[in-house]
């Protein structure tokens, strides 16, 4: 069992930049993928960005490219995201997750953080 927390979130104007954090208690996420995730209101969970457990290969989905960046410390077992020219429409409660198994970045992955709101406004 793995569980993860993040941080970071909060209210910032558009343009302006945030970085999540997802701290994971497993002993290490080597051999894992992990990912961003966010759901905003009404709206149905999507992934944002995640990295691959064989290649370290990087997802990003086509709203947050060029603008959002995922990294991994296996180290301290820490995952972020570091989200720039952030716009209203990234308002959204984030979720980092995990899995062992998949090798995508995908919905159904077994490992789930409570999640942090991020608020893009004026």
């Known amino acids: 069992q793995v569980q993860l927390v993040e941080s970071g979130g909060g209210l910032v104007q558009p343009g302006g930049s945030l970085r999540l954090s997802c701290v994971a208690s497993?002993?290490?996420?080597?051999?894992?993928?992990v990912g961003w995730f966010r759901q905003a209101p009404g709206k149905e969970r999507e992934g944002v960005s995640c990295?691959?457990?064989?290649?370290?290969?990087?997802y990003y989905a086509d709203s947050v490219q060029g603008r959002f960046t995922i990294s991994k410390d296996n180290a301290k077992n820490t995952v972020y995201l570091q989200m720039n020219s952030l716009k209203p429409e990234d308002t959204a409660v984030y979720y980092c997750?995990?899995?062992?198994?998949?090798?995508?970045?995908?919905?159904?992955?077994?490992?789930w953080g409570q999640g942090t709101q991020v608020t893009v406004s004026s």
């Open positions: 997750a995990a899995d062992l198994v998949l090798d995508t970045c995908s919905l159904e992955y077994d490992f």
């Open positions: 990295i691959s457990m064989s290649n370290g290969s990087t």
């Open positions: 497993a002993y290490t996420l080597d051999y894992y993928s």
